[in-house]
Structure formats: structure tokens, C-alpha cells
């Protein structure tokens, strides 16, 4: 893919962008090249694409998602601000033509005519190996497809070209959205088996480097830490063509110059900019900043119980009441996203998650629960943030820690090195007052408590645990949300932690883009660039 | 010149320790760096098994000795590993960014010797008048800004307000093709490939990242020029040229300056090294994909193939360097005799 010698390179566009004029076809101004040609750039780099592979990183699952497609795909929304987002609430086909879901088993029909981009038919056995390789692989996604109950190839089954089946374990409502992620896309298996070998079955060297997909867009090019050009698949069979012929992503890791170039318009598009620049450029004539709030996901300080003044959740709650909201979502978020405090009440109205938690600042309120819990005296505590997120971690600590200090409590700030971060707060989970952002892909109350509050589990660096929401998460979890005992078993479960409050939310954060002369960007729960909506402006 | 040859060899097989004990060294000190690449790479959502998976596809299951064994075989048949962070072979990985970081580094380099040596010559010439202090502001300026500051300036001036620099989007803007890799500095291979259109692209790209760091490097070249020519101005040889009547340019440029070249050089093969890796913050502000920030991003990944491959490419680049800065000695000045060692 990356040794395409100039001339191939050229007579490709050609052939497949028909007479159109693009780039690489000698000097163009990027400006004139918008509506056929969207230049987006973004900080980050994309190491592979194959989202299945060893190692393969969040930025790279854009690739599974523009170049590959699964059986069903989630619909679309207009947002309150009037951007366009995902629709978690309605399953829409892709490769699937229709479904059957029975306590047991689930039954898909692919679409007549379904190709991938070589041309060749779409067919069972491609789903079958697919879904195959992402459970044996290992690695995140197997644990994604494990979230959805989807364990073991003895659960697929190809019982003809155009149907395929799945065997359930058990009756989940969390299979069908599971299968729309990025991580069940639909491979070529024909043309990833001409390049398996027996020390590597999957394809994954092969597959890392070459998409054999049936995608809405082609990879026409990709250096790795500088560009990836797509181009539009123009015989795309599972959804609408796409309006752009081309988007080249550009890797540019100074927010500074990403600015830069987004407000001279050399750019179209701006991936996943920082807070401060979104709010500062929202307004700009010319620029379109679509801030949309990141479902399923909170910002939180964390007491760890395993330290001990924080066992006694009285203590918890004095830090809970004695955090600066207000000052944080200012500083540190500079307004993007949604303040998660002030609820109205201590028992939740309903079941939306998440939902501002009942507590504000008042320090009066604090100290004397530290009294009542016998710290009056107050203590010394490490408050400990990562230095890859210090851009909003360090203007929260700075400010929590002086509002600790009125309260008597002593907060060190302890910055532990990126590559340290996980291993320390997750996995081991021995940081005793630390920063933490979880989001769940999967867009339910039951989901966030599975990985966040129950004991043991990844996101749950608190130790917390209550028998109570270790019950009711594990009957939640799976039963259908219009069952009537989910909502009040739901309530039940946010009633709890937020009187024992072993994750302090501080405020949803905000994904946010911006644009010039590209509109209709649509905002996915994988926060990742989905280029199939845009169009130019 | 077989003597030359010879000695070249010889300087070449002095060289060879040094390379075992940058590799044994490197391979060392990964070890030691704080964090566990195989967690780091398994993914925020990865349970325990995934994360055993993954460090034994890394081998890091396998104890020391036996992983080092294996790092050495595989250098012996020139693999350098694999980039878990890019997902690439360490080597295909470097031999795409260092002919970038060279090509930035060597213009830099180029602008800020043009400019560095005739100021300290005329600094030399001069000194204590305004000249002497003009040349001390402009390089102390230059050095005292930071290179990220200085790059964002730059780039807040000439693209941003005044139109005149290309979009700051790394080697080469979108719109042009990459000319076939030869020597992979692009101002080379597009000339031999004849595309003059891709070369001023290029070269547009080139100006203020190189600029930037040319204003970094200065201080030190500017400086040496100066020191080494008032030394050899006020030599009994140059004492003696002038007052055997030769022309001042005759004493200025065959006398002084070739006497005065030889620290210039040294420096300059130290400002060039440090240069090579250290121009992290310029490649980030102008998203050029070169070695320092490869370098930098895999220390903070735990990438031991990546950091190991940097840090062997860079101690061969610096024999190397040392290497031709002995040979220009000799023929800067034909007393320092290269055989002798």
C-alpha cells in the first residue's frame, strides 16, 4: 500500500475518481479542492489498520470504521445544537438485510449483491471468519465482543452463503448493539487467506498493512505518522455512496499549527481539538465548531478505599462537597461538555446516565463530616493525575487541592509518567485520590456500573464495593431496558453511589470539531472520525 | 592514500566496542525504563488474559538473557525489530524519518553556518565595536529563544498574517507526490527525478522549520568563528603575513580563517548531532515526520525496539560524524597527521 510507485498511484486516481481533478494531480490550492476533496488534520497517529491487531491504537479504529462494514450499524440523529450524532436507539442494516432474534439464537440475512472492494461477494463465511478472528485474536477486541456475549467461534455458524448465525450464551440486549461497534467488521476472508501463512492464521500481517473491506471509502495511501488518503468506494453496496471523492488526513501534533490552519482554511476539517481552542474559535466567521457531550462517560475524582480515611464514606462525601465544580468546568473544560453537579435531589428522577450528582460546593458542609467521621484534624493524601492528560488533569488537581486545604486535608499532587498511568490506577489500583475517565461504548447505565463499580473490574479504581449494586448490575445487565424492573433496579443502583460516592464526577467532557466549508460531521460513541457523512459546504 | 585507508580502518574496527556497548547499554536502560509495554498496548479495556497474550507476542515473558540474545542475533541479520507504537519494522520506520530529520538538520545547518561564520569573522575583526555586540544580540536572541517559541512566531508571521509560507503541514504539502526515494532528502530526489515543481514544494517547506532552527544554532558556530579568529589574528604568522605586505584579504582568508576553521568544524559536528535528535519541539510545530520525535513518543510508549533502533542509528551516525571530521581536519590543515594514530 505504501510502495505504490508514483505513476500506479496516479493512474489509480484516475481510474477510479473518473475525470475529476484532485490532488496529486499536480499543484491545486487545497481551498478550490473542497466539496470533491476534504482535508481534515488531526494529533494523533494511526499505526494500523487492522483494529484486531496486537497493539493497534484508539485513532486507528477510524480505519475499521470508513473501510470496513458490519452486519448493523446504529442510525442518525440531530443533536440539540443541530450536528448530526449516531442514534443508539434504532439498529439500522449494513451488510445484514434483516434479522431474527430469539432467546437463543440470532439469525442475519446479508443483503443480495453485497461486494467488497475487489468486487467479490459478501457471503457468510467472510462473517464467519471475521468474527472468528476478532474472539481469537485477543487483546481489546475480544474483550469488546465478550461484552457482547460473543465468546467462542462455536457460536458463529455460516448456515448458507447469505445467512449467518449466532449462537446466544444467554438472552443479552447488549449482543445486537455489540455487533455495530467497530470491532465485528466483515473481512475479505478469500483475499486475507491467499496471504495467511501457518505461523500467522489471521492474516495480521498482511491485514495490518492492506484493508480488504467492503467499506463506504478505500485506503489509497497510508504513511504511517504522516497521512492516510482515502478514497471513495464508488461501488459501495451496504449504505449510500459518500459525497466527498477523497479525504487525505494529515497527522499535525501541534494544537497550535492545527489552529492555525483550520482558521486560514488550508484545512476543512479539525479532529478532536482542545477545549480552550473550541471555545475560542466558536463564533470565528467561517469556522463551524460541533462540541457534542461524550455519552456514557464522566470525568471523576477518585477516593480509593483501599486508603483508609476513605473507607468511611462520610469522608468521601467531604470531598464530594468540597470540589470547586463550578471553577473546574471553567478552567479546566472551559465550558465544553455538561457540569455533572447540583442535582436536584438524592434519589434520581430517572434513569439517564450520566446525570448531575447531588452535590455542590459547600465546604461548611464538609468539615463537618470530617468532624463527624473523627478527621476534624484533617490528613495527608497524594491527589495523583497522568502526564499524558495533564492538559485538564493539572488545572483540577491545582484547583481541588486548594479546596482541600480549607478543609484541613493536605493533598500532595503526585504526576505519574503516561506509560505508569494505567498500571497504576487500573490495574493495580493503588493510587489513593486520582483522576479517572471511563466512557462506555455501549450506551446503558448497567454497562457503566459493569466496568465501573463493580469490585475487581478494570474502571472501578476506587476498591469500591457493595453487594447491593453487585446484585442489582448483574440482573441489570442484560435484561431488556423495557422490562419494568430495569428502570427502578437502575434508580436503585444511582441512589447508592451517589450517597456513597466512590467516584466523584466532576463534568461529561465534550468532543469537539471544527470545520470550514465541510458540514454534516456526525459524532459516533467510538470518538473517532466516521468520514462517511461529510460533505462539503 | 593507502595509508588514509588503512587508517580509516582502523578507526572504523576502534569504533566497534563502542557500538557493542551502546547496544548492550541501550538494551539495559529499556529495561529499566518505568511502565509495562505489554499493558500499555493491550488497551484501556483489556483484562488479564489479553494482556498475557500480548507480552508473550513481545517476548517479554522470556527472561533477560535469553530476550537479549535474541535482540543480538537479530541485529546480526540487520532486523531491528518491530515498532509495537507505529506497527512498522524499526528499520523501514527509520529509514523513513532520519532522511527527513537530516535533510531539516543539514539546511539548518547551511542557513546558520552562511550566517554564523561571516558574522563571527567580522565580530573578530572588530572587537568590542558595534559590530562585536551586534553579532553577541543577534546569537544570544537566537539561542535564548526556545525553538518551539521561535517556530510558532514564525509561522504566526509568515503563514498566518502574511500569507507568504505554505501551510505548515510537513515535508510536502498533499497536493504533490513524494519524488521516488534515493537518497529520500527530497531536494536530491526530485532533482534527479527532474520534477522541479515537487523540488520548490519542498523547498517552500524546508524554509521555516530550517529557519528556526538555524536561529537556534548560530549561537554556538557565531561564538567559536569569533574566539578562533581572534586567536589566530593575533598569531605571530598573521603578525608576520602583514608585515610582509600581503593583502589584508590574502591574511584575512588564507591565513587566519583556515587556521581559525578547525574548532568551527568540531563544533559544528556537535551542534549537528545534538541537532539530529534534539529538534523534537520544531518537528511537532511543523508536523515533520523526522527521528527526535519517533524518539521521544516511543520513550513515552515503553517501545523497546523503537528506542533501542534510535539509539544504535544514532551512536553509528555519530562515529560516522567523528570519523569525517578527522578526515576534514587533514585537509584543513595538512600538519595534523591522520596516519600518525
Same mark, same amino acid.
Given at each position: 500500500?505504501?510502495?505504490?510507485?508514483?505513476?500506479?498511484?496516479?493512474?489509480?486516481?484516475?481510474?477510479?475518481?473518473?475525470?475529476?481533478?484532485?490532488?496529486?494531480?499536480?499543484?491545486?490550492?487545497?481551498?478550490?479542492?473542497?466539496?470533491?476533496?476534504?482535508?481534515?488534520?488531526?494529533?494523533?497517529?494511526?499505526?494500523?489498520?487492522?483494529?484486531?491487531?496486537?497493539?493497534?491504537?484508539?485513532?486507528?479504529?477510524?480505519?475499521?470504521?470508513?473501510?470496513?462494514?458490519?452486519?448493523?450499524?446504529?442510525?442518525?440523529?440531530?443533536?440539540?445544537?443541530?450536528?448530526?450524532?449516531?442514534?443508539?436507539?434504532?439498529?439500522?442494516?449494513?451488510?445484514?438485510?434483516?434479522?431474527? !432474534?430469539?432467546?437463543?439464537?440470532?439469525?442475519?440475512?446479508?443483503?443480495?449483491?453485497?461486494?467488497?472492494?475487489?468486487?467479490?461477494?459478501?457471503?457468510?463465511?467472510?462473517?464467519?471468519?471475521?468474527?472468528?478472528?476478532?474472539?481469537?485474536?485477543?487483546?481489546?477486541?475480544?474483550?469488546?465482543?465478550?461484552?457482547?456475549?460473543?465468546?467462542?467461534?462455536?457460536?458463529?455458524?455460516?448456515?448458507?452463503?447469505?445467512?449467518?448465525?449466532?449462537?446466544?450464551?444467554?438472552?443479552?440486549?447488549?449482543?445486537?448493539?455489540?455487533?455495530?461497534?467497530?470491532?465485528?467488521?466483515?473481512?475479505?476472508?478469500?483475499?486475507?487467506?491467499?496471504?495467511?501463512?501457518?505461523?500467522?492464521?489471521?492474516?495480521?500481517?498482511?491485514?495490518?498493512?492492506?484493508?480488504?473491506?467492503?467499506?463506504?471509502?478505500?485506503?489509497?495511501?497510508?504513511?504511517?505518522?504522516?497521512?492516510?488518503?482515502?478514497?471513495?468506494?464508488?461501488?459501495?453496496?451496504?449504505?449510500?455512496?459518500?459525497?466527498?471523492?477523497?479525504?487525505?488526513?494529515?497527522?499535525?501534533?501541534?494544537?497550535?499549527?492545527?489552529?492555525?490552519?483550520?482558521?486560514?482554511?488550508?484545512?476543512?476539517?479539525?479532529?478532536?481539538?482542545?477545549?480552550?481552542?473550541?471555545?475560542?474559535?466558536?463564533?470565528?466567521?467561517?469556522?463551524?465548531?460541533?462540541?457534542?457531550?461524550?455519552?456514557?462517560?464522566?470525568?471523576?475524582?477518585?477516593?480509593?478505599?483501599?486508603?483508609?480515611?476513605?473507607?468511611?464514606?462520610?469522608?468521601?462525601?467531604?470531598?464530594?462537597?468540597?470540589?470547586?465544580?463550578?471553577?473546574?468546568?471553567?478552567?479546566?473544560?472551559?465550558?465544553?461538555?455538561?457540569?455533572?453537579?447540583?442535582?436536584?435531589?438524592?434519589?434520581?428522577?430517572?434513569?439517564?446516565?450520566?446525570?448531575?450528582?447531588?452535590?455542590?460546593?459547600?465546604?461548611?458542609?464538609?468539615?463537618?463530616?470530617?468532624?463527624?467521621?473523627?478527621?476534624?484534624?484533617?490528613?495527608?493524601?497524594?491527589?495523583?493525575?497522568?502526564?499524558?492528560?495533564?492538559?485538564?488533569?493539572?488545572?483540577?488537581?491545582?484547583?481541588?487541592?486548594?479546596?482541600?486545604?480549607?478543609?484541613? !486535608?493536605?493533598?500532595?499532587?503526585?504526576?505519574?509518567?503516561?506509560?505508569?498511568?494505567?498500571?497504576?490506577?487500573?490495574?493495580?489500583?493503588?493510587?489513593?485520590?486520582?483522576?479517572?475517565?471511563?466512557?462506555?461504548?455501549?450506551?446503558?447505565?448497567?454497562?457503566?456500573?459493569?466496568?465501573?463499580?463493580?469490585?475487581?473490574?478494570?474502571?472501578?479504581?476506587?476498591?469500591?464495593?457493595?453487594?447491593?449494586?453487585?446484585?442489582?448490575?448483574?440482573?441489570?445487565?442484560?435484561?431488556?431496558?423495557?422490562?419494568?424492573?430495569?428502570?427502578?433496579?437502575?434508580?436503585?443502583?444511582?441512589? !447508592?453511589?451517589?450517597?456513597?460516592?466512590?467516584?466523584?464526577?466532576?463534568?461529561?467532557?465534550?468532543?469537539?470539531?471544527?470545520?470550514?466549508?465541510?458540514?454534516?460531521?456526525?459524532?459516533?460513541?467510538?470518538?473517532?472520525?466516521?468520514?462517511?457523512?461529510?460533505?462539503?459546504? | 592514500?593507502?595509508?588514509?585507508?588503512?587508517?580509516?580502518?582502523?578507526?572504523?574496527?576502534?569504533?566497534?566496542?563502542?557500538?557493542?556497548?551502546?547496544?548492550?547499554?541501550?538494551?539495559?536502560?529499556?529495561?529499566?525504563?518505568?511502565?509495562?509495554?505489554?499493558?500499555?498496548?493491550?488497551?484501556?479495556?483489556?483484562?488479564?488474559?489479553?494482556?498475557?497474550?500480548?507480552?508473550?507476542?513481545?517476548?517479554?515473558?522470556?527472561?533477560?538473557?535469553?530476550? /537479549?540474545?535474541?535482540?543480538?542475533?537479530?541485529?546480526?541479520?540487520?532486523?531491528?525489530?518491530?515498532?509495537?507504537?507505529?506497527?512498522?519494522?524499526?528499520?523501514?520506520?527509520?529509514?523513513?524519518?532520519?532522511?527527513?530529520?537530516?535533510? *531539516?538538520?543539514?539546511?539548518?545547518?547551511?542557513?546558520?553556518?552562511? +550566517?554564523?561564520?561571516?558574522?563571527?569573522?567580522?565580530?573578530?575583526?572588530?572587537?568590542?565595536?558595534?559590530?562585536?555586540?551586534?553579532?553577541?544580540?543577534?546569537?544570544?536572541?537566537?539561542?535564548?529563544?526556545?525553538?518551539?517559541?521561535?517556530?510558532?512566531?514564525?509561522?504566526?508571521? /509568515?503563514?498566518?498574517?502574511?500569507?507568504?509560507?505554505?501551510?505548515?503541514?510537513?515535508?510536502?504539502?498533499?497536493?504533490? *507526490?513524494?519524488?521516488?526515494?534515493?537518497?529520500?532528502?527530497?531536494?536530491?530526489?526530485?532533482?534527479?527525478?527532474?520534477?522541479?515543481?515537487?523540488?520548490?514544494?519542498? *523547498?517552500?517547506?524546508?524554509?521555516?522549520?530550517?529557519?528556526?532552527?538555524?536561529?537556534?544554532?548560530?549561537?554556538?558556530?557565531?561564538?567559536?568563528?569569533?574566539?578562533?579568529?581572534?586567536?589566530?589574528?593575533?598569531?605571530?604568522?598573521?603578525?608576520?603575513?602583514?608585515?610582509?605586505?600581503?593583502?589584508?584579504?590574502?591574511?584575512?582568508?588564507?591565513?587566519?580563517?583556515?587556521?581559525?576553521?578547525?574548532?568551527?568544524?568540531?563544533? +559544528?559536528?556537535?551542534?549537528?548531532? /545534538?541537532?539530529?535528535?534534539?529538534?523534537?519541539?520544531?518537528?511537532?510545530?511543523?508536523?515533520?515526520?523526522?527521528?527526535?520525535?519517533?524518539?521521544?513518543?516511543?520513550?513515552?510508549?515503553?517501545?523497546?525496539?523503537?528506542?533501542?533502533? /534510535?539509539? *544504535?542509528?544514532?551512536?553509528?551516525?555519530?562515529?560516522?560524524?567523528?570519523?569525517?571530521?578527522?578526515?576534514?581536519?587533514?585537509?584543513?590543515?595538512?600538519?595534523?597527521?591522520?596516519?600518525?594514530?
Amino acid at each position: 500500500m505504501t510502495n505504490l510507485s508514483r505513476r500506479h498511484f496516479l493512474q489509480a486516481g484516475g481510474t477510479v475518481l473518473g475525470a475529476s481533478v484532485l490532488p496529486f494531480l499536480k499543484a491545486l490550492p487545497a481551498s478550490a479542492a473542497s466539496g470533491d476533496v476534504i482535508v481534515a488534520v488531526m494529533g494523533q497517529t494511526i499505526n494500523s489498520l487492522d483494529i484486531h491487531r496486537t497493539g493497534t491504537n484508539r485513532p486507528s479504529y477510524q480505519v475499521a470504521v470508513n473501510v470496513y462494514d458490519r452486519l448493523v450499524s446504529f442510525g442518525t440523529k440531530t443533536t440539540p445544537d443541530g450536528g448530526l450524532s449516531y442514534d443508539y436507539s434504532v439498529i439500522e442494516p449494513e451488510v445484514a438485510e434483516s434479522w431474527e !432474534i430469539t432467546d437463543s439464537e440470532m439469525i442475519f440475512k446479508l443483503k443480495p449483491g453485497g461486494k467488497f472492494q475487489d468486487g467479490s461477494p459478501i457471503t457468510a463465511q467472510d462473517v464467519k471468519w471475521s468474527f472468528d478472528r476478532a474472539v481469537t485474536l485477543g487483546g481489546f477486541p475480544a474483550v469488546q465482543m465478550k461484552a457482547g456475549s460473543l465468546e467462542s467461534p462455536d457460536q458463529f455458524e455460516a448456515v448458507d452463503d447469505m445467512t449467518f448465525k449466532i449462537k446466544l450464551i444467554r438472552p443479552s440486549k447488549l449482543t445486537l448493539p455489540d455487533l455495530a461497534v467497530p470491532v465485528p467488521m466483515i473481512i475479505n476472508s478469500k483475499l486475507a487467506l491467499q496471504h495467511a501463512t501457518d505461523d500467522d492464521p489471521w492474516a495480521t500481517e498482511y491485514l495490518h498493512k492492506t484493508p480488504a473491506g467492503s467499506g463506504a471509502f478505500k485506503v489509497a495511501q497510508w504513511k504511517p505518522g504522516e497521512q492516510l488518503v482515502y478514497d471513495r468506494n464508488d461501488d459501495y453496496t451496504s449504505g449510500p455512496v459518500p459525497a466527498v471523492k477523497r479525504v487525505v488526513l494529515r497527522e499535525v501534533p501541534s494544537p497550535a499549527t492545527r489552529r492555525a490552519l483550520l482558521e486560514r482554511g488550508d484545512v476543512n476539517l479539525s479532529f478532536n481539538m482542545p477545549n480552550k481552542d473550541a471555545k475560542e474559535l466558536s463564533g470565528m466567521d467561517g469556522v463551524t465548531i460541533q462540541t457534542t457531550p461524550i455519552e456514557n462517560s464522566i470525568y471523576c475524582l477518585n477516593p480509593n478505599l483501599a486508603f483508609e480515611p476513605f473507607q468511611d464514606k462520610r469522608v468521601r462525601q467531604a470531598i464530594a462537597w468540597s470540589v470547586p465544580y463550578k471553577e473546574l468546568f471553567d478552567t479546566a473544560a472551559y465550558g465544553r461538555g455538561k457540569p455533572m453537579w447540583g442535582g436536584p435531589s438524592t434519589t434520581p428522577a430517572d434513569i439517564s446516565w450520566p446525570q448531575p450528582f447531588p452535590y455542590s460546593t459547600d465546604l461548611d458542609k464538609a468539615k463537618d463530616l470530617l468532624k463527624e467521621a473523627g478527621y476534624g484534624g484533617g490528613f495527608e493524601v497524594p491527589l495523583s493525575i497522568s502526564l499524558g492528560q495533564i492538559d485538564w488533569m493539572e488545572p483540577v488537581a491545582l484547583l481541588v487541592q486548594e479546596n482541600l486545604a480549607k478543609v484541613g !486535608i493536605t493533598a500532595t499532587i503526585d504526576k505519574v509518567p503516561g506509560a505508569n498511568w494505567r498500571t497504576a490506577s487500573l490495574v493495580e489500583k493503588r493510587l489513593p485520590l486520582h483522576l479517572e475517565t471511563f466512557g462506555g461504548w455501549l450506551n446503558y447505565p448497567c454497562y457503566y456500573f459493569f466496568w465501573a463499580y463493580l469490585e475487581g473490574h478494570l474502571f472501578n479504581s476506587s476498591n469500591y464495593r457493595n453487594e447491593e449494586i453487585e446484585a442489582l448490575t448483574a440482573e441489570t445487565l442484560h435484561m431488556e431496558i423495557d422490562n419494568p424492573d430495569y428502570a427502578p433496579k437502575i434508580k436503585r443502583m444511582i441512589e !447508592i453511589v451517589w450517597d456513597e460516592v466512590p467516584r466523584i464526577a466532576l463534568w461529561q467532557p465534550a468532543l469537539n470539531v471544527g470545520m470550514h466549508e465541510v458540514k454534516d460531521f456526525e459524532y459516533w460513541f467510538h470518538r473517532q472520525l466516521d468520514i462517511r457523512s461529510l460533505k462539503g459546504a | 592514500m593507502p595509508g588514509r585507508l588503512k587508517s580509516t580502518g582502523l578507526r572504523i574496527a576502534q569504533a566497534l566496542p563502542v557500538v557493542a556497548g551502546v547496544v548492550i547499554v541501550s538494551f539495559l536502560l529499556t529495561r529499566a525504563l518505568p511502565g509495562d509495554p505489554a499493558v500499555f498496548f493491550a488497551g484501556a479495556a483489556a483484562d488479564e488474559t489479553s494482556i498475557a497474550q500480548i507480552r508473550e507476542a513481545m517476548g517479554l515473558d522470556r527472561p533477560l538473557p535469553v530476550q /537479549f540474545l535474541a535482540y543480538v542475533g537479530d541485529l546480526f541479520r540487520g532486523d531491528l525489530g518491530q515498532s509495537v507504537m507505529t506497527g512498522q519494522s524499526v528499520a523501514s520506520d527509520l529509514a523513513r524519518r532520519l532522511p527527513a530529520s537530516l535533510e *531539516l538538520t543539514l539546511l539548518a545547518l547551511m542557513i546558520s553556518s552562511g +550566517l554564523a561564520v561571516p558574522l563571527g569573522v567580522m565580530a573578530a575583526r572588530n572587537p568590542g565595536s558595534w559590530k562585536d555586540h551586534l553579532c553577541r544580540v543577534v546569537v544570544t536572541a537566537g539561542v535564548s529563544l526556545p525553538t518551539f517559541f521561535t517556530g510558532i512566531l514564525l509561522i504566526y508571521v /509568515f503563514y498566518y498574517l502574511l500569507w507568504v509560507a505554505p501551510a505548515p503541514l510537513g515535508r510536502l504539502d498533499f497536493i504533490y *507526490l513524494e519524488p521516488d526515494a534515493v537518497t529520500g532528502l527530497y531536494l536530491i530526489d526530485s532533482v534527479f527525478a527532474g520534477d522541479w515543481e515537487t523540488w520548490l514544494g519542498a *523547498l517552500k517547506q524546508l524554509v521555516l522549520p530550517a529557519m528556526t532552527l538555524a536561529l537556534f544554532t548560530m549561537a554556538p558556530i557565531a561564538r567559536m568563528t569569533r574566539a578562533a579568529m581572534l586567536q589566530a589574528l593575533s598569531s605571530d604568522y598573521v603578525r608576520t603575513a602583514r608585515a610582509a605586505g600581503l593583502t589584508d584579504r590574502k591574511v584575512m582568508f588564507t591565513y587566519a580563517l583556515r587556521n581559525a576553521l578547525l574548532p568551527v568544524v568540531t563544533t +559544528l559536528g556537535m551542534v549537528f548531532s /545534538f541537532t539530529l535528535g534534539a529538534n523534537v519541539l520544531v518537528e511537532k510545530v511543523f508536523a515533520w515526520p523526522g527521528i527526535g520525535s519517533y524518539a521521544v513518543e516511543a520513550l513515552v510508549a515503553s517501545d523497546y525496539a523503537a528506542v533501542q533502533g /534510535f539509539v *544504535l542509528c544514532m551512536a553509528l551516525l555519530f562515529v560516522a560524524l567523528n570519523l569525517l571530521i578527522d578526515i576534514s581536519y587533514s585537509l584543513i590543515d595538512p600538519r595534523i597527521g591522520f596516519e600518525a594514530r
